[in-house]
């Protein structure tokens, strides 16, 4: 770095805004599809899902959050030529280091069986001992990417506790696990209007929608 570097007075790059369009989903997930359309809903985008377009799951090499997000807007972006929002999610477990984390989808298997995932946490949690807490949080990074390489990425995050046996059967992944702090229920017991009001992902949708939008 040269002497005269002030971190502190490096002008801000210029955010870029998305014009009205249409807009891939860059999710294989059919719960965070619809929950990001959902989401989308009041902001005049045409969204379309990288499933309906055929696009191919990247692999995420990332070691964060945001940068498994950045992959995949940036490629979806770059296959299909249209700006590509992408959601990189995952369950923290404090008692377990930050785990599952960003491999929150993968503790549930190649058969995406949340079932075994949610039991692993819990199993995981016991295995600590009588002290372990409960505590965890969800994060969600959201990326969007524009064909040409230009990406904007946010990060939003919802604190809670895990709790068991698993409740309710409305949201997806570890919703009937997780109840955030406040409440009695789990994200799977609610309407999703209300997990929409206080998630990870509404968290980082907000950020995105007063940046770009
Ligand atoms: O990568 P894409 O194609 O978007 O789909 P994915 O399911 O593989 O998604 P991630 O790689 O981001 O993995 C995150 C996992 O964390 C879980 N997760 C994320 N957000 C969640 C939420 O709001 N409620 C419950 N589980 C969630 C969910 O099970 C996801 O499979
Ligand atoms: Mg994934």
New binding site residues.
């Given amino acids: 770095m040269s002497e005269d570097f002030d971190p502190e007075h490096v002008a801000p790059q210029a955010i870029r805004k998305l014009t009205p369009g249409k807009l891939v989903i860059a999710?294989?997930?059919q719960g965070?599809v619809r929950e990001i359309a959902e989401l989308l809903g009041p902001h005049g985008v045409e969204p379309i899902s990288a499933g309906a377009l055929g696009l191919p799951?990247p692999e995420?090499t990332g070691t964060t959050f945001i940068a498994?997000a950045e992959l995949?807007a940036l490629a979806a972006a770059d296959l299909s030529g249209l700006p590509a929002l992408?959601?990189?999610?995952?369950?923290c477990v404090e008692a377990l280091r930050g785990e599952p984390g960003i491999f929150?989808?993968r503790w549930?298997g190649s058969d995406k069986d949340?079932t075994v995932a949610m039991r692993r946490v819990w199993d995981q949690i016991l295995a600590q001992g009588p002290g372990a807490g409960h505590d965890a949080h969800?994060v969600?990074a959201l990326a969007l990417a524009w064909p040409d390489g230009h990406v904007e990425a946010f990060e939003g995050r919802v604190d809670g506790r895990i709790v068991w046996p698993p409740r309710g059967d409305k949201?997806?992944?570890?919703?009937p696990i997780f109840v955030p702090y406040g409440h009695d229920v789990t994200?799977a017991e609610m309407d999703p209007a209300a997990k929409h009001a206080m998630?990870?992902?509404a968290d980082a949708f907000r950020q995105l929608v007063a940046a770009v939008f």
């Fill in positions: 999710s294989h997930n965070k799951e995420e498994n995949k992408s959601d990189d999610s995952g369950l929150s989808a549930a949340f969800f969600c949201g997806f992944g570890y919703d994200f998630s990870h992902r």
